[in-house]
């Protein structure tokens, strides 16, 4: 239903179209007092009026009663005429050329704008010389020429690039999703893409999330184990929960865990027994399949561990630090085809925190200190594709960029928040069934004094009592 609101913001619109209006009005109305006389003047000039007042009411027709939907559209007209009308002077700025054999310039050419939402796609001929990289490291100076808030570009073929030009961020706000969503079997719902489409991370992959403090880490581990919660009560995923924080961050929601442990000793006896039934399960499987598939009776394992760095790094303990690298090493390069997972998060992405930061195949970089780190966790082709975590806001907690397994295009996603109430639902809702506590592992000096002393030989007697 049209509101004189809207009625007001239309013609307020139109304040050019009306001056023009008035004017020939005003004119015709002029010509008619000094003209009605003669034969045939005058009604020339009253249907002349009628006519500029049916253009008036015409383009009122064809606005329609969605007067925002008529702004956004003339708006999105008048932004891609604006693309168009200046992208060879700005191309020609940013070094976006080539010199032909001729000695002509050559410039990147543009494609017709094609608007989803609030986003302009605009496709991209790069000349043979120009590299995705060259448009890449443009994107900053192009968005801010275009008055938009990112561009970034996908494709890999020179003639095939789109860019991508954000108008609005749909992960400028948080959101959260309700609880018991199906699982498909094969993947987690942990939040939206940056195109507003759900973002599901595949569960089989080992995924490692780096974060500095405040990143919104959070927000990925609870994604996750609210993702499972139908599994995890239907006995399909069991999730072992590690929390190096004494337990701040998952005794929330232990309820859901099926193995928990908080401190050194017991966080490495779980990685070990989990190593120990990851190799069983390999045996009983060779020779029957090549891929487990996850039953009540032999489910997924999903070893999820909070601030890794305190096993990997930070353990004062030498032999529970080598134990527990061992463990890791062990399980994510022997794990995912007997439906074993890792799931871990860090702050600190250095080799030296992590020795088998190689063995995570699918990376999550929520805000980053420097570029550096980025390309630690995402590798350098993705900080050249513009996945740039160092630059991502402290005010947009949880938002990241993911590199898929395939090495496909990093995708800029955020993760649903969930609130303590929220946890609390999904640990009396979704509990564990069969849940078992971790016995302590022993250190290795308790475990030397345990060990009975061998007996002395015949030959050292005899050689003490001569």
């Given at each position: 239903m049209i509101t004189w609101a809207d009625e007001r913001r239309y013609w307020a619109s139109e304040k050019r179209t009306l001056r023009i209006a008035a004017g020939w009005l005003v004119i015709l109305g002029t010509l008619f007092i000094l003209l009605h006389s003669l034969p045939g003047v005058g009604a020339a000039i009253v249907i002349s009026m009628v006519v500029v007042v049916a253009v008036l009411l015409i383009r009122r027709l064809r606005a329609g009663r969605d007067v925002d939907a008529y702004f956004s559209k003339r708006w999105k007209a008048s932004v891609s005429d604006g693309i168009l009308s200046s992208w060879t002077a700005l191309a020609r700025n940013l070094r976006l050329e080539v010199r032909g054999l001729d000695g002509g310039v050559i410039v990147a050419g543009l494609g017709?704008?094609?608007?989803?939402?609030?986003?302009?796609?605009?496709?991209?001929h790069l000349p043979p010389g120009l590299v995705k990289e060259d448009l890449v490291s443009a994107s900053e100076h192009i968005a801010q020429a275009f008055g938009a808030i990112r561009v970034s570009v996908a494709g890999d073929r020179l003639d095939a690039l789109v860019m991508r030009i954000d108008y609005t961020d749909p992960l400028a706000e948080s959101f959260w999703f309700p609880l018991g969503a199906p699982w498909d079997g094969h993947s987690v719902l942990m939040g939206l893409a940056e195109d507003g489409s759900e973002w599901r991370l595949p569960l089989g992959p080992h995924t490692l999330v780096a974060g500095a403090s405040g990143s919104g880490k959070a927000s990925l581990v609870w994604g996750l184990l609210l993702g499972l919660a139908q599994p995890i009560r239907d006995g399909f995923v069991e999730v072992w929960g590690i929390d190096r924080k004494g337990g701040m961050e998952l005794a929330m929601g232990r309820e859901m865990l099926t193995r928990f442990a908080d401190d050194a000793q017991r966080s490495v006896?779980?990685?070990?027994?989990?190593?120990?039934?990851?190799?069983?399960?390999a045996r009983s499987l060779a020779g029957l399949t090549r891929q487990h598939i996850a039953t009540t009776e032999s489910p997924t394992i999903v070893v999820l561990i909070d601030e890794l760095a305190a096993l990997t790094a930070y353990e004062t303990d030498r032999d529970m630090l080598r134990r527990a690298n061992a463990a890791?090493?062990?399980?994510?390069?022997?794990?995912?085809?007997?439906?074993?997972?890792?799931?871990?998060?860090?702050?600190?992405?250095?080799?030296?925190?992590?020795?088998?930061?190689?063995?995570?195949?699918?990376?999550?970089?929520?805000?980053?200190?420097?570029?550096?780190?980025?390309?630690m966790v995402l590798g350098d082709g993705a900080v050249a594709a513009g996945a740039l975590s160092h630059e991502i806001s402290r005010s947009t907690p949880g938002v990241a960029f993911v590199v898929p397994e395939d090495g496909t295009a990093p995708i800029r996603v955020r993760a649903a928040y969930a609130s303590d109430e929220q946890i609390r639902e999904a640990a009396v809702t979704y509990p564990a069934p069969y849940p078992r506590p971790v016995k302590p592992a022993e250190r290795a000096e308790e475990s030397r004094a345990r060990r009975p002393r061998a007996p002395r030989s015949s030959k050292s007697q005899q050689m003490e009592e001569s």
């Open positions: 017709v704008p094609v608007w989803e939402g609030w986003t302009c796609l605009v496709r991209v006896a779980l990685l070990e027994e989990a190593v120990e039934q990851m190799q069983a399960r890791i090493a062990t399980l994510a390069s022997q794990g995912r085809a007997v439906g074993f997972i890792v799931f871990a998060c860090l702050q600190d992405p250095r080799k030296e925190t992590l020795p088998a930061r190689g063995l995570f195949t699918q990376t999550v970089g929520l805000r980053l200190r420097d570029r550096a780190e980025t390309a």
